[in-house]
């Protein structure tokens, strides 16, 4: 049986969660990567995806974030995420706002490295929005 370790979920908002959990899938923004105890010291950004949480009680959760970074230590994971929700609280058109938001500002972004961020962004909600099902 794999060791347990503790995770948490902030938002500016509030302390989503904070359990003992078996393992974390993280949207990393090189790719998705699943967190268990005793994983080497890790610091990553995080880009829009959904977190897969597998508690120690056998209870399976799931969050949308969008963006941020994590904390990973031998003994527990943070995530602080620029903005979260579990994905059954997920209104359907909040993914299209950010996503119309987003290319508002790209339309008056001038710099090219603003331009550039803006454009994966609206990529990655777009296909994050796929994933759950809000096409």
Do not use: W
């Not at 899938?25 to 790719?31: N, R, T, W, Y």
């Not at 059954?88 to 706002?97: A, H, Y």
């Amino acid at each position: 049986m794999p060791d347990n370790f503790n995770f948490e979920l902030v938002s500016p908002e509030r302390l989503l969660l904070s359990e003992q959990v078996v393992d974390v899938v993280i949207p990393a923004s090189e790719g998705e990567m699943t967190v268990m105890a005793h994983h080497a010291p890790t610091m990553t950004t995080i880009k829009p995806g959904v977190v897969k949480v597998h508690a120690a009680s056998g209870k399976k959760q799931d969050y949308v974030v969008f963006g941020g970074f994590a904390d990973i230590l031998p003994t527990g994971c943070t995530l602080l995420a620029e903005s979260a929700i579990p994905v059954e609280d997920l209104r359907q058109d909040e993914l299209t706002r950010r996503i119309d938001l987003a290319r508002a500002e790209l339309e008056d972004a001038e710099h090219h490295e603003h331009k550039s961020r803006l454009e994966h962004y609206i990529m990655e909600m777009t296909r994050l929005r796929g994933a759950i099902g809000q096409d």
